[in-house]
């Protein structure tokens, strides 16, 4: 079965970095678009970045400049490398993968950012 299992989240300083990861089974891993989402409480979850299987990247406004996704097909891993991070980036973070029909969600790695 289809699994995300998210990793690296934390609590950091504004303007400190942090890498998460995002280890991904159950699934031709190197055949599919990869997406990092995000929610901070009382907000709607949003899409922060999405990496194709070609290694195509789209980021959310707020992150550009900042955020990096990237993949490693051989580990069947998503990475989101996040830097000059700021209090308004606190919120868990998951990585979904789409399917056909269906979409696949990580349980999430919390991500706090003091100021």
């Known amino acids: 079965q289809v699994q995300l299992v998210e990793s690296g989240g934390g609590l950091v300083q504004s303007g400190g970095s942090l890498r998460l990861s995002c280890a991904a089974s159950?699934?031709?891993?190197?055949?599919?678009?990869m997406s990092w989402y995000r929610q901070a409480p009382g907000k709607e979850r949003e899409l922060v970045a999405t990496i194709t299987s070609d290694g195509n990247t789209n980021y959310a406004d707020s992150v550009k400049g900042r955020f990096t996704i990237s993949r490693d097909n051989a580990k069947n891993t998503v990475y989101l490398q996040m830097s000059s991070l700021k209090p308004e980036d606190t919120a868990v973070y998951y990585c979904?993968?789409?399917?056909?029909?269906?979409?696949?969600w990580g349980q999430g790695t919390q991500v706090t950012v003091s100021s």
């Open positions: 979904k993968v789409r399917i056909t029909w269906r979409a696949y």
């Open positions: 159950g699934f031709t891993f190197s055949s599919y678009a």
